[in-house]
């Protein structure tokens, strides 16, 4: 499957963002997917996840209540809303699928698919 992202951007902190992640080539139930975001000079880290119908769903304590995670199977796009933004939150923001099943996934090394990366940035 191929991962494409977008909406990323420059906010002021307390804005939101929507990002959105399209698949394409492959039947897009059969992944559950992730977001993560890698700010510089730091380690690429997991931010959230879903599973294949959107039931179930993990995050990172950091962005609990403030980030919600979805997915919209019939438009084969998965969504990161992001709410009450925070300076710290800015970095590059990537999506993210494997097709292993069964385990919200949190290790990066789980994810076979990558999408390309969009910016966010917030200000202070």
């Known amino acids: 499957v191929q991962l494409q992202a977008s909406g990323g951007g420059l906010v002021q902190a307390g804005g939101s963002l929507r990002l959105s992640c399209a698949a394409f080539?492959?039947?897009?139930?059969?992944?559950?997917m992730g977001w993560f975001r890698q700010a510089p000079g730091k380690e690429r880290e997991f931010v959230a996840a879903?599973?294949?119908?959107?039931?179930?769903?993990y995050y990172i304590d950091s962005v609990k209540g403030r980030f919600t995670i979805s997915r919209d199977n019939a438009k084969n796009t998965v969504y990161l809303q992001m709410n009450s933004l925070k300076p710290e939150d800015t970095a590059v923001y990537y999506c993210?699928?494997?097709?292993?099943?069964?385990?919200?996934?949190?290790?990066?090394?789980?994810?076979?698919?990558w999408g390309q990366g969009t910016q966010v940035t917030v200000s202070s």
């Open positions: 080539g492959r039947t897009f139930t059969n992944y559950f």
């Open positions: 993210a699928g494997n097709n292993k099943g069964g385990y919200l996934y949190r290790n990066r090394y789980e994810y076979d698919y």
């Open positions: 879903i599973n294949w119908n959107g039931v179930s769903t």
